[in-house]
């Protein structure tokens, strides 16, 4: 069983704007903490936003801050991630990831792919 299913990448012109979610399951239902990481061609998974699931607070890596707005619902056990002003950069596999506990990152959706056309 998948824990968290991802959806809404696709393609998008830069400037754009895009919606991603993620809807945990199993295990991943009972969590501290859900966020989003993101992979591009040759380049090393990087944290991109989190958000802790008690208390709301919110992390952004310094490359989205400001552009980026994570958020969740409570209702539907899900956690989004609005992008706007989307750039060529920006491009990648998008993974959702939860953290049970206050440790790692231990449960992993399996990426929804974004790319932004310049």
């Known amino acids: 069983q998948v824990p968290l299913v991802e959806s809404g990448g696709g393609l998008v012109q830069a400037g754009g704007s895009l919606r991603l979610s993620c809807r945990a399951t199993?295990?991943?239902?009972?969590?501290?903490?859900m966020g989003w990481f993101r992979q591009a061609p040759g380049k090393e998974r990087e944290f991109v936003a989190g958000i802790v699931w008690g208390a709301a607070s919110t992390a952004y890596s310094d490359s989205v801050k400001g552009r980026f707005t994570v958020s969740i619902n409570k209702f539907r056990n899900e956690v989004h991630l609005q992008m706007n002003s989307l750039k060529p950069e920006d491009t990648a596999l998008y993974y959702c990831a939860a953290k049970i506990s206050k440790g790692d990152w231990s449960e992993w959706g399996q990426g929804t792919q974004v790319t932004v056309s310049s």
């Open positions: 199993g295990r991943a239902s009972s969590k501290y903490a």
